[in-house]
């Protein structure tokens, strides 16, 4: 029944749930080539996307080029939920096989560099893709009380994210053009959207013993970092580059829509307002409690939130085997582990009526991520099949920086990527059309439940797998 503790219980995971949200995942690549190749482009990083892989790479470039890709992109996942609170179902559709909506996802992208007329043979211009995105949606979650005030929303899971580089840069070739020099600034312009339930025990017996809460965080913001790079020819058939980037604090701005999905049993009401002993108590119970004439409660709070961007380093090298044939490698290491926590900033409810407490402003709180730093191995090539037309290929191994402990199916890096690479490129007269296709497959995952975690948990325990497919058709104009 009603306990004196429902007033501290209900407020600490209303207040640290709301800012669950997770870190960044980085796009496969950037840009078509490099992408056929399997993202071994640093020791060759002869195009537009150079900026993103190696800015070194942009002294090739002789002038302007603007890239227009469409990607279609059909992530297959499988979640199947096995999340007890205790030894106890809460509501988690247990034991059924979960799949996101909308399979297909079509990604229209414009990118490229612009190079300014500089003096001193220096290559300096402004770059913009997309170093970061993600998109899910799912539903993985029905209160287990029936008598809730209101149908939930079917996609209660959600993870959107989009970053956009506006990238200046710079490059010079020294040494006879043996020697290579780049480096670039990132001003990136991130936006989120992260909604998950929230349960807050209520004191209540089963199964009203949590209560619902429908969370939606949106948040946009700012950050700036650098990256470098330098290429050096070793002779007419080997050259080899080294790139690297700073990390990157995207600071976020925005707000937590909350929605509680209160009960509707009058006999129930009643009884734990016999038992209640405090005031408090009894305006909790007001509030947990509802009718369908009343509705759902609702309130939004201000927030705040750094999403934290990793630094990395790599080296590649081409072999240039004959005039027909390119060979690339590339080795990179990427510092996952600055996002080992995600720092949220709650402020004042700004809208709706907020849960009957006394002071639920300004609450700061920490959220475990301990992502891991990763390593990834690509290989590609380029083969001249006649003299408009390119064959490319490339493959890649890629762990995923997310532990068990932390684990989500809003972040689809479900394990270690094994991608295979395949694609086309066709110039004529300044103009160049590109295909590309690319299948990843991700080892499958069981995460354990922690039966001692109870309401605060950081990951979703269960079984997971997954796969990739996505299709790349891009057209790059050069002047």
């Known amino acids: 029944m009603a306990k ?24 496969s690549g950037i840009g078509s080539k490099a992408i056929g190749m399997g993202g071994a482009f640093r020791g060759l990083a002869d195009n537009w996307s150079a900026a993103y892989w190696n800015p ?42 979960r799949f996101p909506q909308d399979k297909t996802h079509f990604a229209p992208n414009i990118s490229g560099f612009y190079k300014f007329q500089s003096p001193q043979d220096f290559t300096f211009g402004v770059a913009v893709f ?13 209160p287990n009380y029936a008598d809730v005030v209101a149908e939930y929303p079917t996609w209660n899971h959600e993870a959107d994210l989009q970053v956009i580089d ?15 020099l780049g480096a670039g600034v990132s001003f990136m312009r991130g936006e989120i959207d992260f909604r998950k339930t929230l349960l807050s025990p209520t004191g209540l017996p089963r199964p009203h013993d949590y209560i619902a809460v429908d969370a939606l965080l949106h948040g946009e913001g700012w950050g700036y970092g650098a990256n470098f790079g330098l290429l050096y020819k070793v002779s007419e058939k080997l050259q080899f580059g080294i790139s690297g980037k700073t990390p990157t604090t995207i600071k976020l701005e925005g707000d937590i829509n909350n929605t509680l999905y209160a009960i509707n049993n009058d006999a129930l009401y009643f009884e734990a307002l016999d038992q209640a002993q405090t005031i408090q108590e009894i305006l909790m ?3 947990i409690f509802s009718t ?8 939004t709070n201000d927030g705040a939130a750094d999403l934290k961007l990793p630094a990395d380093a790599g080296i590649g090298f081409a072999y240039f085997a004959s005039e027909k044939l390119t060979l690339t490698l590339d080795l990179s290491y990427t510092m996952w582990s600055r996002l080992d926590s995600i720092v949220l900033d709650i402020n004042e409810v700004t809208n709706g009526e907020a ?21 990834r191995f690509s290989a590609g090539g380029n083969y001249q099949l006649s003299d408009p037309l390119a064959l490319l290929f490339g493959f890649y191994y890629d762990p995923s920086p997310i532990p068990d402990e932390t684990f989500s199916p809003l972040f689809l890096d479900v394990g270690t990527k094994y991608s295979l690479n395949l694609g086309a490129a066709v110039k004529a007269s300044g103009w160049e059309l590109g295909y590309n296709f690319e299948y990843i497959y991700f080892n499958s995952r069981d995460i354990p439940n922690n039966p001692a975690a109870g309401s605060q948990f ?21 002047f």
Do not use: C
């Not at 506006?166 to 290579?180: E, Q, T, V």
């Not at 369908?292 to 309130?299: A, D, E, K, N």
């Open 130 to 142: 997309v170093p970061y995105a993600l998109g899910s949606k799912w539903d993985l979650f029905k």
């Open 166 to 180: 506006i990238h200046p840069s710079l490059a010079k070739a020294f040494m006879d053009d043996k020697l290579m």
């Open 292 to 299: 369908p004439q009343i509705g759902l409660r609702s309130w």
């Open 56 to 97: 070194a790479g942009l002294a090739q470039l002789s002038g302007t080029e603007i890239n227009l890709m469409a990607i279609t992109i059909n992530p297959l996942p499988e979640y199947t939920p096995n999340i007890l609170y205790g030894d106890y179902e809460v509501g988690y559709r247990n034991g059924q096989t």
């Open 355 to 375: 849960p009957p407490v006394s002071n639920p402003a300004d609450t700061l709180l920490v959220i475990r991520t301990k992502w891991d730093n990763t390593l």
């Open 285 to 287: 119970l007001d509030y």
């Open 458 to 478: 950081d990951n979703y325990p269960g079984s997971f797998k997954a796969d990739l497919v996505a299709n790349h058709l891009s057209v790059t104009y050069r």
């Open 4 to 27: 004196k503790s429902i007033i501290i219980a209900f407020l600490m995971v209303l207040v640290i749930a709301s800012g669950a949200l997770g870190g960044g995942l980085a796009l």
